[in-house]
T-cell receptor, first 114, second 116 residues
Framework: GENVEQHPSTLSVQEGDSAVIKCTYS??????FPWYKQELGKGPQLIID?????GEKKDQRIAVTLNKTAKHFSLHITETQPEDSAVYFC?????????????FGTGTLLAVQP | DARVTQTPRDKVTEMGQEVTMRCQPI?????VFWYRQTMMQGLELLAY????????DSGMPKDRFSAEMPDATLATLKIQPSEPRDSAVYFC??????????????FGPGTRLTVL
């Protein structure tokens, strides 16, 4: 069935460094790839997303890249700050019609050390 | 600032009791999702609704779980009878789906359920 693998499970960086989280998906029909940030005691919040017709998208310090051929996508956070510390989830979806299910990765706990 | 609300935020109950969790989606959203989050299984989709009609509940244990949308402003998830293995955080999310691929789901704060 559909599967999304996410690596690493934990990531510790120094403030100001970059952080990269990688995901691979199994369903070649997937065409929508959001990233969510979950802080302690809160629900996941959408931080950036990308569609399959785009290879890269950037929003300030956050960027996402997509390689459809290899079926993997990555989240890049530059100039990390302590407030970036959270659990990050990638997800994939076929989108469109009745199939709008998001298949989530297992999450990456990012710790930004001041 | 529109947001998804969930009640209760925390629930502690004893095995065998009925549990009802409620969700108010963002006004105007036509799709509601229920997720369960545990350390072992991560985020699992239990069920989702479009325009109040159930589209997929394949992730939900049918014998004890039920999900409904009595109206467009309320979604409920019931567990009867509850078991200790149901202990988890249950999230509701809503989205406005208009046929495109980009389905932005907005999550509520969750209900932390503990079954003793």
């Amino acid at each position: 069935g559909e599967n999304v693998e996410q690596h690493p499970s934990t990531l510790s960086v120094q403030e100001g460094d970059s952080a990269v989280i990688k995901c691979t998906y199994s369903d070649s029909a997937s065409n929508y790839f959001p990233w969510y940030k979950q802080e302690l005691g809160k629900g996941p919040q959408l931080i950036i997303d990308i569609r399959s017709n785009v290879g890269e998208k950037k929003d300030q310090r956050i960027a996402v890249t997509l390689n459809k051929t290899a079926k993997h996508f990555s989240l890049h956070i530059t100039e990390t700050q302590p407030e970036d510390s959270a659990v990050y989830f990638c997800a994939a979806s076929r989108g469109g019609g009745a199939t709008n299910k998001l298949i989530f990765g297992t999450g990456t706990l990012l710790a930004v050390q001041p | 600032d529109a947001r998804v609300t969930q009640t209760p935020r925390d629930k502690v109950t004893e095995m065998g009791q009925e549990v009802t969790m409620r969700c108010q989606p963002i006004l105007g959203h036509n799709t509601v999702f229920w997720y369960r989050q545990t350390m072992m299984q991560g985020l699992e989709l239990l069920a989702y609704f479009r325009n109040r009609a159930p589209l997929d509940d394949s992730g939900m244990p049918k014998d004890r779980f039920s999900a409904e949308m009595p109206d467009a402003t309320l979604a409920t998830l019931k567990i009867q009878p509850s078991e200790p293995r149901d202990s988890a955080v249950y999230f509701c999310a809503s989205a406005l789906v208009e046929g495109g691929a980009r389905i932005k789901q907005f999550f509520g704060p969750g209900t932390r359920l503990t079954v003793l």
